[in-house]
């Protein structure tokens, strides 16, 4: 089976801090996502990523930047957290269309 | 641009009784639909798809949709429903430019009494 492994599950940062999400996924996949889970909202796209050093912004990435410098590693940074970006972070690997594998999230609290 | 639509936040349903969870699509072109479920604090997991073919997709856990054209719509659903049922759940389309992107709709809670 396809693991996609985000090295976090909690997180607690303050304010202004910068702070590194980071997914990992194990099948080779060439596509790679970040999405943000908030109630009532449900997943918005922050960024993906197609290939490696290759990046596209998704629906809401203000306030964030992505790495991807290995395939099967793609980083989330929150160049400097603020209190509405606490949320549930959820990383996905894909391969083509066949549909998305995610991980088990990170819950990040910025106080 | 396409979407895809939960027009119920909740549902509530006994245990044994039949499960349906509803899911409009806008799209053009032909659709591929996808059904997730998220567990407490755990990520989103695959249930299904349909990509062509039979309008009657059957996936996990004993759930199975059902792809109406003329509706434009994608339902969810689970002939006898289980305790371990209760969770979130989520329909999605693939972006028609880019096909390797899937647009989520806002998730339909549901809990299955017992």
């Known amino acids: 089976d396809v693991k996609v492994t985000q090295s976090s599950r909690y997180l607690v940062k303050r304010t202004g801090e910068k702070v590194f999400l980071e997914c990992v996924q194990d099948?080779?996949?060439?596509?790679m996502f970040w999405y943000r889970q908030d109630p009532g909202l449900g997943l918005r796209l922050i960024y993906f990523?197609?290939?490696?050093?290759?990046?596209e912004k998704g629906d809401i990435p203000e306030g964030y930047s992505v790495s991807r410098e290995k395939k099967e590693r793609f980083s989330l940074i929150l160049e400097s957290a603020s209190t509405n970006q606490t949320s549930m972070y959820l990383c996905?690997?894909?391969?083509?269309?066949?549909?998305?594998?995610f991980g088990s999230g990170t819950r990040l609290t910025v106080v | 641009a396409q979407s895809v639509a939960q027009p119920e936040d909740q549902v509530n349903v006994a245990e044994g009784n039949p499960l349906t969870v509803k899911c409009t699509y806008s799209v053009s072109g032909n659709p591929y639909l996808f059904w997730y479920v998220q567990y407490p604090n755990r990520g989103l997991q695959f249930l299904l798809k349909y990509i062509t073919g039979d309008n009657l997709v059957k996936g996990s856990y004993g759930f199975e949709a059902e792809f109406n054209k003329s509706q434009t719509s994608f339902h969810l659903k689970k002939p006898s429903a289980l305790v371990s049922d209760s969770a979130l759940y989520f329909c999605?389309?693939?972006?028609?430019?880019?096909?390797?992107?899937?647009?989520f709709g806002a998730g339909t809670t549901v809990t299955v009494r017992a």
């Open positions: 996905a690997s894909s391969f083509i269309s066949y549909g998305y594998t």
């Open positions: 990523s197609y290939d490696v050093k290759m990046k």
């Open positions: 999605a389309v693939r972006d028609m430019r880019n096909d390797y992107k899937l647009s």
């Open positions: 099948m080779d996949h060439e596509n």
